[in-house]
């Protein structure tokens, strides 16, 4: 695969392991009790609260993943 093909895939893989670690975020806070920290008649802002919430810890999951993924392929690059 030349450059711009292996570039376009990683890329496709970044945005995906990003839209993966969000949604597993989400499903994760969906266990929270939410009525306990949040004021009565407030769903839209208890919505976007959960919504804030998993986008910023999916992101950094999976800021993690790619790091990881990427420090793997440099070990196996320094052990040949």
Same mark, same amino acid.
Do not use: K
């Given at each position: 695969?030349?450059?711009?093909?292996?570039?376009?895939?990683?890329?496709?893989?970044?945005?995906? !392991?990003?839209?993966?670690?969000?949604?597993?975020?989400?499903? !994760?806070?969906?266990?929270? /009790?939410?009525?306990?920290?949040?004021?009565?008649? /407030?769903?839209?802002?208890? /919505?976007?609260?959960?919504?804030?919430?998993?986008?910023?810890?999916?992101?950094?999951?999976?800021?993690?993943?790619?790091?990881?993924?990427?420090?793997?392929?440099?070990?196996?690059?320094?052990?040949?």
């Amino acid at each position: 695969m030349n450059g711009a093909g292996q570039l376009a895939m990683e890329s496709l893989v970044n945005i995906l !392991i990003s839209l993966g670690s969000i949604v597993f975020c989400w499903w !994760i806070l969906t266990g929270v /009790r939410w009525d306990v920290l949040i004021r009565p008649n /407030r769903v839209m802002q208890a /919505r976007l609260l959960l919504s804030v919430i998993s986008i910023v810890l999916g992101h950094g999951l999976a800021s993690f993943v790619i790091d990881y993924l990427g420090w793997s392929r440099l070990v196996g690059t320094l052990l040949r």
